[in-house]
């Protein structure tokens, strides 16, 4: 199973980015799953924590409050 964590709070490019995931792994025949956040929440650090197999993370740099790449520390400390 691939895990595809999206991290950014401008909809359009969420929908962007599922688009192509979608586009990309129907191509493919993968299991997969899409997980969106657009606001930092402890259910993040949770939800990420119960994954099993391989994560891709797509992380934006400037979401208000709690930017990509203090999540991409946190998630280098729980993983």
């Not at 359009?12 to 792994?25: A, D, Q, R, T």
């Not at 994560?55 to 400390?77: C, F, M, P, Q, T």
């Amino acid at each position: 199973m691939i895990n595809f964590i999206i991290y950014e709070e401008d909809k359009l490019y969420i929908e962007l980015y599922e688009s192509l995931i979608h586009k990309f792994m129907a191509v493919n025949n993968d299991l997969y799953k899409i997980y969106k956040y657009s606001k930092y929440s402890d259910k993040i650090i949770s939800d990420i924590e119960k994954l099993a197999g391989y994560n891709i993370y797509i992380l934006d740099i400037e979401v208000h409050g709690k930017s990509g790449l203090d999540l991409a520390k946190k998630i280098r400390e729980i993983t």
